[in-house]
Structure formats: structure tokens, C-alpha cells
């Protein structure tokens, strides 16, 4: 077996990803691919942590004049939909996983407690973070990158619907350009909206490294976790 090149990786998932060609909802058989592939780096030994956001169900920004706060609190309720259906496709295959939320909710998840996820993860058990950082105006981005700082993840994996960071939309633009690498300055400087600005500071100030691919070719997460160069690496 190939050794994994990280021992802990915080997985950022796109609430869109959840829906499949549908575009709304969730496709249980994109879950079960998704959730099968995470299953493959669990049983390599690396701990998983994942933070999942609503797109496929709600986007606060969206609120057509509804009050951004509570836009933004119906994201997060949203994420907990999303979180409980990866959870439940993960245990119907044998990963023990636990979800955690920002905004508490006992009876459905537990509350989240660092010591806890990290705890969690040391034993083998993917953790979900949902309820995004519990605060509205800051997104799932910046959830996944203070998450990721807090349990001390070595990297932050994002699954994106194409296979890396590019100057202008490839689906639009033949002649967009690919980028392998990126600092974190020249994301910010060229506004390429890898995550949000937010995010990407809080990254560029603690050291943490992004790695942008595509999440619908199968077996990119293993990949990415073995250290094949793929996608768009973002680091100082």
C-alpha cells in the first residue's frame, strides 16, 4: 500500500456536489461514490475531517431582500441536512463518523467541541463539521479553513466541479489558463476566488496549505492524499 503523504486532511465539499446532474437536492448515488472514495483514504490511515456546505439547498446570498443574518442561519440549518446524509452513506459502509455543529442541536449531532473532534479523529472516526462557523456573514470557506486550523490539519483538500484553478472560467473562455501553482498573495491580488477572501487570508496568515481539484473524477481524493500532483496547489 501506498503511505499517504498526509495524516490528516480537512476535506471542504460544495453543497452543489451533493446534487449531482439534478442541481438540487441530493443524489444519494453522488453521496455513495463520494462517501466510498472517502472510505478508501480512511482505510489508508489518514483522519478525516470534512466541512460540507448548503448550495444545493439554500444559498443565503440568494434571500431575494430577506434580512442577510437569518438568510445566513438557514445556510447553516441547511449544512446539517447535507451533513447527516454523508454520515449516514459513511456508516451504511462501515466508517464510524461523527458530525459536530456550531449551532447546537443535541438531538440530532453533537455540539462542537475541539478536543473532542480531535479526540474523534485520533480514533479513526470521520467528523463532519456542519452549522458552518455558526455566525452568520462568514461562509463554509472560512468555516473549513478555521476548522482545518483548529484540528491541526495539514492540508485543506477542496472539491470543485473542475480540475483546478484557472485566470478565467474554462467553460467559457477555450484559452483559460491552468494554474499548477499559486501563492496565496497572487489568489488574493488576482481576485481568482479560490475560496473567499476570508478563507484565503486566514490560510496565507497560518501556513496552511490548499489543494483545488476536481471532485468527479473518481478516486481524485485518494490521489490528491498520496500526493500526486493534480489540480492547483495553494501554499506561501
Known sequence: MI??????????????SLAGEKGYGIDFDVVNRITNEIKEVVDMGVEVSIVVGAGNIWRGRNGGGMDRTTADYMGMLATCINAMALQDSLESIGVLTRVQTAIEMKAIAEPYIRRKAMRHLEKGRVVIFAAGTGNPYFSTDTAAALRGMEIEAEVIILAK?????????????????????????????????????????????????????????????KRVVQGENIGTVVEN
Open 3 to 16: 503511505t499517504p503523504k498526509y495524516k490528516r486532511i480537512m476535506l471542504k465539499l460544495s453543497g452543489e
Open 161 to 221: 466541479n473542475i480540475d483546478g484553478v484557472y485566470d478565467c472560467d474554462p467553460k467559457t473562455n477555450k484559452n483559460a489558463k491552468k494554474y499548477d501553482k499559486l501563492t496565496f498573495y497572487e489568489v488574493l491580488e488576482k481576485d481568482l476566488k479560490v475560496m473567499d477572501s476570508t478563507a484565503t487570508s486566514l490560510c496565507k496568515d497560518n501556513g496552511i496549505s490548499i489543494i483545488v481539484f476536481a471532485l468527479d473524477t473518481p478516486g481524485n481524493i
